[in-house]
Structure formats: structure tokens, C-alpha cells
T-cell receptor, first 114, second 109 residues
Framework: DSGVTQTPKHLITATGQRVTLRCSPRSGDLSVYWYQQSLDQGLQFLIQYYNGEERAKGNILERFSAQQFPDLHSELNLSSLELGDSALYFC?????????????FGPGTRLTVL | GQQVMQIPQYQHVQEGEDFTTYCNSSTTLSNIQWYKQRPGGHPVFLIQLVKSGEVKKQKRLTFQFGEAKKNSSLHITATQTTDVGTYFCAPGGYQKVTFGIGTKLQVIP
């Protein structure tokens, strides 16, 4: 158990809909990262937040947005969903901003768009 | 952000054979981390390499950082079925963390 929690575990929705994925980092960790993993694909970095502020941005679509709240939990919002958005979404946390930080991954949310 | 290429993408080995995956970068890396993702699981941190030419061992796993800090390797001696999974390298970077596509290891019993 990494100490990172993600909810929900599974999500099935329809095209055009909007969903919110939630992540609670390990106690004391200030950074939260979001990744997308499609079937047989690597981990695609989406976005990083550090202590409430956006720190780094990866290949995140404009239809996707995220935020980190004062209690450090984070939410990833996915809107106007398309079939291709079906994937495993991981959240990870680390103690500080990066460079040499170890990332601790949550169990992931499996999103299925029908 | 720093990009890495990992090879091979897939590897099937007979149980007991050795296995190596390579991670190559076009730029000098400050450090590199290795993660393992079991089937159906999430990535788990294995190790971090920081120094040029560094070699670290974890039981049957040997991790190496190149002298120029542009490449790294993970070698598994005498693979076991518990080694099945995808191995990712991740260059540590201040701005972006980019994982390689990973090497998917299948071990045939």
C-alpha cells in the first residue's frame, strides 16, 4: 500500500460526459502528479501540482483540467469525453517538487467511455 | 522535458534466463529512477541512480547508470515468474517527469 488513494476505482460513462477523478496523496507529500496509461502504452504525464499550484504540464488535453486543494488532495476533471479517453488514470505523490523525488503511485482509476 | 527511449519494448524469456532493459537519453540526466508495474497493478519505485557510473544491486537486480549519465540499464539474473511486469525508467527532472514506454517482461515457466 503506497499511501496514495484514488477514487473511484472504476468509472463507466458515455461519450460527451464529464467525470471527476479524485486523489489523496501520502501524508506529508506536497506534490501530486496525474498520468494516463492506455492499453499497452507507457505512462503519459499529464500535470503536476505542488502545494496547490500548477508546477508542470505534460500532454494534457484542453478538455482536461486539474486542481489541488488546500488539504492537498487533487481532482482531475475530464470533459466532453471521447472513446479514446478510456484508460487507466494514475495519481502519484512525492514529498517535494521533484528532481530526485520518489513518486508513490495510487491504485489508479479505470475509466471506460462507451 | 527530458525524453528517454527504452528498449526492448517487449521481452519474453524462459524462467532462469537473464534479462536486460536499456534506457537511453539524448541529454545528460541528473538522476534516473526505475519503477516496476506488475500486471493489473500500479508502478512501484525500485531504485534511484545519481552518480556517473553508479551500480546498485537489489538481490537479482542490477542497476547501472552510464558514465556520461545518458543511459541506464536494469539487469535481472535468473528470472523468476515473480519478475513479470513492465519496467519503467524515469529521468528525474525539475520541470517534467517523463516515463519511458517501459519494457514488458514475460517469463515463461
Amino acid at each position: 500500500d503506497s499511501g496514495v488513494t484514488q477514487t473511484p476505482k472504476h468509472l463507466i460513462t458515455a461519450t460527451g460526459q464529464r467525470v471527476t477523478l479524485r486523489c489523496s496523496p501520502r501524508s506529508g507529500d506536497l506534490s501530486v502528479y496525474w498520468y494516463q496509461q492506455s492499453l499497452d502504452q507507457g505512462l503519459q504525464f499529464l500535470i503536476q501540482y505542488y502545494n496547490g499550484e500548477e508546477r508542470a504540464k505534460g500532454n494534457i488535453l484542453e478538455r482536461f483540467s486539474a486542481q489541488q486543494f488546500p488539504d492537498l488532495h487533487s481532482e482531475l476533471n475530464l470533459s466532453s469525453l471521447e472513446l479514446g479517453d478510456s484508460a487507466l488514470y494514475f495519481c502519484a505523490s512525492s514529498a517535494t517538487q521533484g528532481l530526485a523525488d520518489t513518486q508513490y503511485f495510487g491504485p489508479g482509476t479505470r475509466l471506460t467511455v462507451l | 522535458g527530458q525524453q528517454v527511449m527504452q528498449i526492448p519494448q517487449y521481452q519474453h524469456v524462459q524462467e532462469g534466463e537473464d534479462f536486460t532493459t536499456y534506457c537511453n537519453s539524448s541529454t545528460t540526466l541528473s538522476n534516473i529512477q526505475w519503477y516496476k508495474q506488475r500486471p493489473g497493478g500500479h508502478p512501484v519505485f525500485l531504485i534511484q541512480l545519481v552518480k556517473s557510473g553508479e551500480v546498485k544491486k537489489q538481490k537479482r537486480l542490477t542497476f547501472q547508470f552510464g558514465e556520461a549519465k545518458k543511459n541506464s540499464s536494469l539487469h535481472i539474473t535468473a528470472t523468476q515468474t515473480t519478475d513479470v511486469g513492465t519496467y519503467f525508467c524515469a529521468p528525474g527532472g525539475y520541470q517534467k517527469v517523463t516515463f519511458g514506454i517501459g519494457t514488458k517482461l514475460q517469463v515463461i515457466p
